[in-house]
């Protein structure tokens, strides 16, 4: 979470988690292949044609290896890490108690639901550890953007998939944060930036569905410029009236209208009504 705030813990602090999102030490190909067999329970072989042991990336719920499909298809197969579900639980065990305590205590705090905050957090983690909830929110969000060359989500491989394992097609691209590697590849980082944002007003303000995990781990840019999205563990909803908001807010602020930005703020609910505009 905290990996892609800059704006909160400074660059240097940032830099050093973004670690978090695909370069941690990977656990062992054995123990990836135990948890496939025993997912599916069969063996590998019947699986997949062949399973590459070295992992492509590693991060810190899950990390993916390359596999073959018996007809030819190149796939890439995430699966969990070992033990992650009660590293988890004890983190979340921690939060809670710490958030109960602010509330008791700091009763100034109490506006900010820390306790609710903390909920929030489990439930979004009980969804990402669950790797169905992730290959239905791709299937939802590819289908949203069926037909649109500029935005690509990997389908899904629905007979390889399951809670601890998810298989979809293999992607290929140049990192997002590789700067130096996207102007080798002749690509524009403004036309970049253009097209990843465009991709994401339209899944926040047309569809309400929106990949909430978008830091540079997860993305990809291919040979054709087009963005390519992978990890779909955790997704946001938004409702008609929230969009509404949300757009008046940042039309205020792209036009300079900073009095509309704060009404917006009240009219949305998100500060009390006993506060002032100015």
């Known amino acids: 979470v905290l990996s892609v705030r800059v ?3 400074g660059e240097e602090m940032a830099a050093d988690l973004s670690m978090l999102q695909d370069r941690l030490p990977p656990f062992t190909g054995a123990e990836a292949i135990e948890t496939i ?4 329970n069969k063996p ?8 590459d042991p070295e992992p492509v990336a590693a991060a810190s719920i899950a990390q993916v290896h390359r596999a073959l499909t ?7 197969v995430k699966v969990l890490r070992p033990g992650v579900d009660a590293a988890f639980q004890r983190d979340l065990d921690l939060l809670r108690w710490l958030a109960a305590l602010v509330e008791r205590n700091q009763p100034a705090l109490q506006r900010l639901k820390p306790v609710e905050v903390v909920e929030t957090l489990a439930d ?3 969804m990402e550890l669950d790797l169905r909830m992730e290959a239905a929110a791709a299937d939802e969000l590819r289908g949203n953007f069926d037909g649109d060359p500029d935005f690509i ?6 007979t390889r998939t399951a809670r601890r394992v998810l298989t979809t097609d293999w992607i290929e691209g140049v990192q997002l944060h590789d700067r130096e590697a996207l102007e080798s ?3 524009d980082p403004e036309a970049v930036v253009a097209s990843l944002a465009r991709a994401f007003f339209l899944q926040v303000f047309r569809d309400g569905f929106f990949h909430a995990d978008l830091h540079p781990g997860n993305l990809f840019i291919a040979e054709n410029g087009a963005v390519i999205a992978v990890d779909f563990g955790i997704m946001g909803r938004l409702d008609k009236k929230t969009r509404q908001y949300l757009a008046e ?5 792209l036009t300079g209208d900073y009095h509309r930005v704060a009404e917006m703020h009240f009219r949305a609910g998100y500060v009390p009504a006993d506060q002032s505009v100015d």
Do not use: N, S
């Open 185 to 187: 590849h002749g690509h």
């Open 44 to 51: 590998l072989e019947e699986i997949f044609a062949t399973f």
């Open 70 to 76: 018996e007809d030819g298809a190149e796939v890439a």
């Open 249 to 253: 807010m940042l039309l205020g602020f």
């Open 7 to 9: 704006d909160l813990i």
């Open 124 to 126: 979004t983690v009980a």
């Open 37 to 40: 067999e025993a997912e599916f």
């Open 153 to 158: 989500v990997p389908a899904v491989d629905w």
